[in-house]
């Protein structure tokens, strides 16, 4: 299940189950959507990003999820696997100033 | 391509020291942006530069600085060092500022005691 801890929200998954991380952005004017990977001991890594005119774009066992409407996104991972451990933070950019807005992160924990 | 290139990976100060990370981006890329974070916290934005030009600051006082070489190089700098400056900093690289997609270094760990 989805915890809020001290820090940062963990999210415990079976392995070979699917994980979707949530993350609700903050701007308005927000334009593109990126989503990062975190392993411990590295920086974050690009995962896959989505422009404001499309509401759900396909990667390699990652599905990004958009919804204006609401201003949440969300980061589907299919049959999640030991290697996606990490935290995941989300990111927003408004394309007028390319502020980048980081979200605060989840931590993904996968059960053997 | 070589990836970002962050010295010194690890460096231990003392309180009112100061200290100069060094940030190699990606060949190519011109936008170099740094963050501090701290165990289990997300990423603080310090400063973003594009032709040695800062262009967007986050909320950190001024003893922290950085800049932006012709070659986009960067180095920050942070003076009058307190415990609370022990993070992990890190660089990032872009090809342009419009672009999403950061390249990280691996860092630099600070530690102030």
């Known amino acids: 299940g989805e915890s809020v801890g001290l820090h940062l929200p963990t999210l415990s998954v079976q392995e070979g189950d699917n994980s979707i991380i949530n993350c609700a952005y903050s701007?308005?004017?927000?334009?593109?959507f990126i989503w990062y990977k975190q392993e411990s001991g590295k920086g974050p890594q690009f995962i896959i990003d989505?422009?404001?005119n499309m509401d759900k774009r396909q990667g390699q066992r990652v599905t990004v999820l958009l919804n204006k409407t609401v201003k949440h996104l969300s980061l589907q991972i299919a049959a999640t696997q030991p290697g996606d451990s990490a935290v995941y933070f989300c990111?927003?950019?408004?394309?007028?100033?390319?502020?980048?807005?980081w979200g605060a992160g989840t931590k993904l924990i996968i059960k053997p | 391509k070589a990836g970002v290139t962050q010295t010194p990976r690890y460096l231990i100060k003392t309180r009112g020291q100061q200290v100069t990370l060094s940030c190699s981006p990606i060949?190519?890329?011109?936008?170099v942006s740094w963050y501090q974070q701290t165990p289990g916290q997300g990423l603080q934005f310090l400063f973003e530069?594009?032709?040695?030009?800062?262009?967007n600051k986050g909320n950190f006082p001024g003893r922290f600085s950085g800049r932006q070489f012709s070659n986009s190089r960067s180095e920050m700098n942070v003076s009058t060092l307190e415990l609370g400056d022990s993070a992990l900093y890190l660089c990032?690289?872009?090809?342009?500022?419009?672009?999403?997609?950061?390249?990280f270094g691996s860092g630099t760990q600070l530690s102030v005691l």
């Open positions: 990032a690289s872009s090809l342009n500022r419009a672009s999403g997609k950061l390249f």
């Open positions: 060949s190519g890329h011109r936008s």
């Open positions: 530069y594009f032709s040695e030009t800062q262009r």
């Open positions: 701007n308005s004017a927000s334009d593109y």
């Open positions: 989505i422009r404001s």
């Open positions: 990111a927003e950019k408004a394309m007028s100033n390319y502020q980048l807005i």
